[in-house]
């Protein structure tokens, strides 16, 4: 293996970044990881605890010192979200991460870096490894499928975590510390279809939205970016307003935390109607690239009559069905926080389409910091289901993480912080799932922080951590452990 990042510092939390990044680890696929990680622990001669979700807990005993200080629970995530650039090759289920240095940043090539969240991982084997530092008694608690609705957490067992002191190594701004967090559901509807042969008298045409940035369907929400499945939804209606269509195939996005960056949709017209066609897609162009001009210039819609027409379409009654739903879901922030100025406090994703024998499925990330809004988006979501004859279940809920102004973790964060740096830290909260929720519901009483090194464009191809900010939170660590008596 060659060891791109064995100059960096710190030189331990680097090496295991860089081991981590040799073993794949997308949600779903994370049995080989977590066995890396029993078997550190026992090359450790630590405690250790494997579960049947395969989350991995290993404990450490206090410091010389320490002996009386609170327990203290380190947690990340070990799997990350599997995205590459479409020209890239790369399988994810056994090839590892290609990394590289660029300046000040850490990048993989042309695939997400699990940066989000390995590099929490890294330093939690960092600390264990090591008895230069001084610290409580620790408990490394490593989730699984995080990225794909938090089931490991789901499926922990309190039983194995003794600490009520929890830090969270999971978020991507440093110099903030979040102190609260949305919950959230994953929205699955179904709309039924009916297929019919093709008329050979039709047109199909592939139609491609293309060109967007997407990105983290939490942390940029607020951006304003463009939704491609939902801009796909404006080209079909568009269309359907004019003429009949038939749809083929609806296809978009890949992951229901990400905000899709390109759909794919096949129709059929009438030959006389393809002028029509041809015009409303150019239409719909031009108004696309004036209203995303700033986040999204890129933008493109690529069309083309296919040589190979598809044998089967959606019956008129389907299509119609299909589009509207398509259309008329609530997309992007729902409401702001009154309470922390500049917080989305609801918002929905339609993060993927796909088209299966029996119908099309749309599957939203609902998130809110308000339980009741969070079961009301839902509820829309179920009515405009309902009324286009389709049905919504839903998947890996999750509760929102309540602020504690009691908190004495917090006290100690902000104490250090402000020793080290000669200023406050920034208290914040987080339009995003974190396992602090399911923790704080599933442990009772639990005091949790969040924080994190700079990472940018997390869950894209592009996405990538900074070197200086990885050191200056490792520092900033080991300080506020030490300080926890």
Not at 216 to 242: A, P, Q, T, W
Not at 317 to 326: A, D, F, G, H, P
């Amino acid at each position: 293996m060659i060891e791109v990042l064995k100059d960096l510092q710190p030189v331990d939390v680097f090496k295991y970044f860089e081991k981590l990044s040799q073993i794949p680890r997308g949600s779903g696929n994370e049995k080989e990881v977590s066995d890396y990680l029993v078997s550190f622990a026992k090359d450790n001669n630590l405690e250790y605890v494997q579960d049947s979700a395969l989350n991995v807990v290993i404990r450490k005993k206090a410091s010389q010192g320490y002996e009386n200080s609170p327990i203290v629970v380190l947690q990340g995530h070990m799997d990350m979200v599997n995205e590459k650039n479409s020209d890239v090759e790369h399988d994810f289920t056994k090839d590892p991460l290609k990394l590289r240095i660029v300046e000040d940043r850490v990048y993989a090539t042309g695939t997400t870096l699990g940066a989000d969240n390995g590099i929490a991982v890294a330093m939690g084997l960092a600390i264990l490894a090591s008895n230069e530092y001084q610290h409580p008694a620790i408990e490394l608690l490593v989730t699984t499928s995080e990225e794909t609705g938090m089931d490991g957490a789901m499926a922990l067992d309190p039983k194995n975590i003794k600490g009520r002191t929890l830090i969270n190594i999971d978020s991507e701004e440093e110099g903030t510390l979040l102190v609260s967090c949305a919950g959230g559901v994953t929205a699955k509807a179904s709309i039924p279809v009916k297929f019919e042969s093709v008329n050979e008298n039709l047109v199909a045409y592939s139609i491609k939205i293309i060109g967007l940035k997407g990105g983290h369907s939490g942390m940029e929400i607020d951006k304003e970016r463009g939704n491609s499945n939902k801009l796909m939804g404006r080209v079909l209606m568009s269309i359907l307003s004019e003429i009949d269509i038939r749809l083929s195939s609806l296809n978009g996005g890949s992951k229901h935390n990400a905000i899709p960056r390109e759909t794919d949709a096949v129709i059929l017209v009438k030959a006389e109607d393809s002028v029509i066609v041809e015009k409303k897609i150019s239409e719909c162009e031009e108004i696309f690239k004036n209203e995303l001009r700033t986040p999204d210039p890129d933008i493109r819609i690529k069309f083309e009559v296919l040589q190979n027409s598809p044998t089967q379409m959606f019956s008129k009654e389907s299509t119609k069905n299909v589009v509207n739903y398509l259309y008329l879901i609530i997309n992007g922030v729902t409401s702001m926080s009154m309470d922390i100025k500049g917080l989305a406090e609801s918002s929905l994703n339609l993060g993927v389409i796909t088209t299966y024998e029996d119908g099309v499925e749309f599957i939203s990330s609902i998130r809110s910091s308000v339980r009741s809004i969070k079961n009301e988006l839902y509820n829309r979501l179920s009515v405009t289901a309902e009324i286009n004859g389709g049905s919504v279940i839903s998947e890996s809920s999750y509760p929102e993480w309540a602020y504690n102004p009691d908190s004495k973790i917090r006290t100690v964060f902000e104490n250090v912080y402000e020793k080290m740096y000669g200023k406050k830290p920034h208290i914040s909260a987080i339009h995003a799932g974190l396992e602090c929720g399911l923790f704080a519901e599933k442990f009772g009483e639990l005091d949790a922080i969040s924080f994190g090194p700079n990472l940018y464009d997390v869950h894209t191809p592009n996405e990538n951590m900074s070197i200086s900010s990885v050191r200056r939170t490792w520092e900033y660590l080991l300080e506020v452990l030490k300080n926890i008596k």
